[in-house]
């Protein structure tokens, strides 16, 4: 059974740029969230996807924004980027109803930006 | 406010030295509380869903536990292997799939 599946793995952009990530989860599960990991502030939320509706939101700014197709895989985009942005972003993956609460993280996508 | 504390920071352990890693908890319904591995520079593992008090689970030298305010992860005789970051995270019924992530406990096993 194929785990999740982050791409790239690695990223390097400048400031003022925007980037997209990739996340194709667990076949048949259709619940994407994504989180971001610093050694600062650990691992923090920043949205869900179910069924092609975001869900749920944490307290990040707008230049964050994400996607999930009709296959359940998911995109995250960032906007105009700033330094603070450096971080692994990670992806997690679950049915995501009933009591099926168990998620699977990817191996993250290691952003920098410069 | 939603709150998730682990205890130590880190944690040094001679091999075959068991010990306890402890993640306390202030929410308003829980929905479950998870227990992940996270090795440098790959994603968290997941190791165990507890959902009510009292609730026990084990996978080889692990056994996680939990109380109405926090859980335990017992470590029975580590081997280096064992050495990574532990991770607690609570999903809570407000919120659904949303997990709050402790800080973790970085665990290493000397040989």
């Known amino acids: 059974k194929a785990g999740v599946t982050q791409t790239p793995r690695y990223l390097i952009k400048t400031r003022g740029q925007q980037v997209t990530l990739s996340c194709s989860p667990i076949?048949?599960?259709?619940?994407v969230s994504w989180y971001q990991q610093t050694p600062g502030q650990g691992l923090q939320f920043l949205f869900e996807?179910?069924?092609?509706?975001?869900?749920n939101k944490g307290n990040f700014p707008g230049r964050f924004s994400g996607r999930q197709f009709s296959n359940s895989r998911s995109e995250m985009n960032v906007s105009t980027l700033e330094l603070g942005d450096s971080a692994l972003y990670l992806c997690?993956?679950?049915?995501?109803?009933?009591?099926?609460?168990?998620?699977?993280f990817g191996q993250g996508t290691r952003l920098t930006v410069v | 406010e939603d709150q998730v504390t682990q205890s130590p920071e880190a944690l040094r352990l001679q091999e075959g030295e068991s010990s306890s890693l402890n993640c306390s908890y202030t929410?308003?319904?829980?929905?479950?509380l998870f227990w992940y591995r996270q090795d440098p520079g790959k994603g968290p593992e997941f190791l165990f869903t507890?959902?009510?008090a009292g609730e026990e689970k084990e996978k080889e030298r692990l056994k996680a536990t939990l109380t109405k305010k926090e859980s335990f992860l017992h470590i029975t005789a580590p081997k280096p292997e064992d050495s990574a970051t532990y991770l607690c995270?609570?999903?809570?019924?407000?919120?659904?799939?949303?997990?709050?992530f402790g800080t973790g406990t970085s665990l290493t096993v000397i040989p």
């Open positions: 997690a993956s679950s049915l995501g109803t009933g009591g099926h609460t168990e998620a699977f």
């Open positions: 507890l959902y009510s």
């Open positions: 995270a609570v999903q809570i019924l407000r919120t659904g799939n949303q997990f709050y």
């Open positions: 929410v308003s319904g829980l929905r479950g």
């Open positions: 076949s048949g599960h259709r619940s």
């Open positions: 996807y179910f069924s092609e509706t975001q869900r």
